[in-house]
């Protein structure tokens, strides 16, 4: 069974449009994370969260929204789309303190915006 | 500022090679080095760590990384590759202390593994 659910896999949207990525955990970790991969760009941290309260944003821009109303769940809200933003999104969660170097990855959302 | 440089974007060996991937970092603080693996298609899946102690660490699937402080890299080897072992490799740091766990990955390295 997934341990890390991403939903959609695909996503398509438009220039201005706004969408939720999904991402819920079975591990019973604490800490959650986003990072995002594009073809210019490595492997980019964008969040951390633990016990559900923003531990660190790395995100330049407030279009991106992470949201947590479970503590096993952290989707990620983003409004006014940008063809720049089209990249895969990955979700990740670790324990909170100590074992954070060792994240598991969610299988990831690909984000194309047209 | 933490830093990670994987020098090789790709490497091709055959199947039974040894292969070593190369990583350097530059960070002025107590941190956490780890590899993680990413298949086509996939997410990331850690493969090993190290902290402090001996600087041969194993990790999963006959993987070891060596970590240098003299010359800050933390190399991952492994004796006889597998085609299954074809993927995407990613050195990564996180700092020890402060709390927000974030991973800086290097930009990583395509292993390719010719039957």
């Known amino acids: 069974d997934p341990k890390i659910i991403q939903k959609p896999k695909y996503l398509v949207a438009v220039t201005g449009s706004e969408k939720i990525l999904i991402c819920e955990q079975y591990?019973?970790?604490?800490?959650m994370y986003w990072y995002r991969q594009s073809a210019k760009k490595p492997l980019e941290f964008m969040f951390s969260?633990?016990?559900?309260?923003?531990?660190d944003n790395q995100t330049a821009s407030s279009r991106f929204q992470p949201q947590s109303s479970k503590k096993n769940h952290l989707d990620l809200q983003i409004t006014a789309l940008k063809p720049d933003d089209s990249a895969t999104y990955f979700c990740?969660?670790?324990?909170?303190?100590?074992?954070?170097?060792?994240?598991?990855f969610g299988p990831g959302t690909r984000l194309t915006v047209l | 500022t933490q830093t990670v440089s994987q020098s090789d974007a790709h490497v091709t060996v055959f199947e039974g090679d040894s292969v070593e991937l190369r990583c350097n970092y530059s960070?002025?603080?107590?941190?956490?080095l780890s590899w993680y693996i990413q298949h086509h298609g996939r997410g990331l899946q850690f493969l090993l760590k190290?902290?402090?102690?001996?600087?041969v660490v194993q990790g999963v699937n006959g993987f070891e990384a060596e970590f240098s402080k003299s010359d800050s890299s933390f190399h991952l080897r492994k004796a006889s590759v597998h085609w299954s072992d074809s993927a995407v490799y990613f050195c990564?740091?996180?700092?020890?202390?402060?709390?927000?766990?974030?991973?800086?990955f290097g930009q990583g390295t395509v292993l390719s593994v010719i039957p």
């Open positions: 190290y902290y402090s102690g001996n600087p």
């Open positions: 591990l019973g970790h604490n800490a």
């Open positions: 990740a969660s670790s324990h909170p303190t100590g074992g954070g170097y060792e994240q598991y």
């Open positions: 960070y002025g603080g107590s941190i956490y």
């Open positions: 990564a740091v996180t700092m020890a202390t402060g709390g927000n766990n974030k991973l800086t």
């Open positions: 969260y633990s016990y559900q309260k923003l531990m």
